[in-house]
């Protein structure tokens, strides 16, 4: 099974020479089919002004799309290379750029469904909130680079099982459990304190990167003898005026994202819970789904959770998505498929891996979640999980699934009939590793 890019031993510990790339909306990319921006929405939550906003830049500045990434953030492809001025501008008046100078490291995902279901758990929205304000105002946050990551899980262990930088666990309405990457134990923090927990937690990340002699992006990469210890990050705490208590072997429970179809909410309230095949979305899908209360929470699994609706309602307003081309129910072939930019819009790419998806994926369904790769980086490839990796090269596509010797030089023709053999034999312990 291949592994995902992973970050570097700590025997082996990360030194660059130059700073963090990592695109933004005011850092544009340059890519085969024009600029990239990418624009950070913490928790995925959005307005409808914004939403309405960010669709029209997408129309006039860009090819008229609106692409999901693995943090719940959201990406403009195909702009001109002037118009970063003006997309400023329009992201400005969204909202969506309140300081300039941190619009790279509000890269903050929260557990989707957090006050919309029936599930009891606490609401970490306002977490969200006050962790953004928090780091936008804070002055050593602005070095952290783009990759860092927040997670804010409500208890159901969905986000917190993303490899987040700093994770946030409520534990009741009342405490939250602060871990960073790699960590066995935690702290337990107040409900109230713990977005300051968090932001205290970067910090202690940016002085260990800096005595560490590196320019360590995610915690770990982080050499050992700078591993961040639970012990200084809660005197940390303390100097901050936030208390803190150990938290021995503070392992998060494993949940799952949000499947796709109606999320019955207290009361007569209902959420919808959808998926962009590809994470990929016309400016017309986005504009339906902003339209029918005026409320997005983008997720980091490239879906759209739609709150506000009532139980009377849901049903016919998931119909209308699922004519529009959205995933709405789990039986969806295009469930548990995934994709990298491919051909024509990156240059490193074997093959337009996007339309070889389409053409295969009716032809190829099956319980294991299957990405398609351009090249050996597998940009967007799944977390937390197993799947069947097809590996575009010069010679054809490679295929590699649990349980099975990898085939190399797939022709084209015979990928479904190899496709939907990994996906359906693999067993499910396997799936499970």
Not at 98 to 112: L, Q, T, W, Y
Not at 270 to 290: D, E, F, Y
Not at 297 to 302: F, N, V
Not at 405 to 433: I, N, Q
């Amino acid at each position: 099974m291949p592994q995902p890019p992973s970050a570097a031993s700590r025997d082996e510990p990360v030194i660059r020479e130059r700073g963090d790339a990592c695109p933004g909306a005011l850092r544009l990319h340059s890519a085969d089919d024009g600029y990239l921006a990418r624009v950070r929405i913490p928790g995925g939550m959005l307005g409808a002004r914004a939403a309405g906003l960010l669709a029209d830049a997408a129309d006039r500045l860009g090819d008229g799309h609106i692409d999901l990434t693995s943090r719940g953030n959201a990406q403009l492809r195909g702009l001109g290379a002037s118009c970063g001025g003006e997309l400023a501008s329009v992201l400005a008046a969204s909202g969506l750029l309140p300081v300039a100078s941190h619009e790279r490291v509000r890269n903050i995902v929260a557990s989707p469904l957090s006050g919309l279901d029936r599930s009891g758990l606490p609401d970490v929205a306002p977490w969200v909130a006050e962790l953004d304000r928090l780091l936008c105002a804070d002055e050593e946050a602005v070095a952290l680079s783009g990759r860092f990551l927040f997670a804010l899980d409500d208890g159901r262990g969905d986000v917190s099982s993303l490899d987040a930088d700093v994770n946030l666990l409520a534990r009741g309405p009342g405490h939250a459990l602060l871990t960073t990457a790699g960590a066995r134990d935690g702290l337990r923090v107040s409900a109230t304190d713990a977005p300051r927990a968090a932001l205290v937690a970067a910090r202690y990340f940016l002085d260990a990167a800096r005595d560490a002699g590196t320019r360590a992006w995610r915690v770990a990469e982080l050499p050992a003898e700078q591993a961040l210890s639970v012990t200084e990050l809660g005197e940390r705490l303390t100097g901050a005026a936030v208390g803190s208590t150990v938290v021995d072997d503070a392992a998060a429970p494993r949940g799952a994202a949000p499947e796709p179809g109606v999320v019955e909410g207290p009361g007569r309230s209902a959420a919808l819970s959808v998926l962009a095949p590809l994470g990929r979305l016309t400016t017309a899908q986005w504009n339906l789904l902003a339209g029918l209360t005026g409320r997005l929470r983008l997720t980091p699994w490239r879906g759209v959770v739609v709150p506000g609706l009532t139980t009377a309602t849901a049903a016919d307003a998931l119909a209308v998505l699922a004519d529009a081309g959205l995933i709405t129910t789990p039986a969806d072939p295009w469930r548990s498929v995934t994709a990298c930019t491919g051909r024509p819009g990156c240059a490193r790419s074997h093959s337009d891996v996007r339309a070889d998806a389409r053409a295969v994926t009716a032809l190829a369904a099956g319980a294991l979640p299957v990405h398609w790769s351009g090249c050996e980086r597998r940009c967007g490839h799944p977390r937390g999980t197993a799947w069947a990796d097809v590996l575009a090269t010069p010679d054809g596509y490679d295929l590699r699934a649990p349980g099975h010797a990898p085939r190399h030089g797939v022709r084209p023709t015979d990928l479904p009939a190899a496709l939907r053999d990994a996906r359906h034999t693999t067993s499910h312990d396997a799936a499970k590793k």
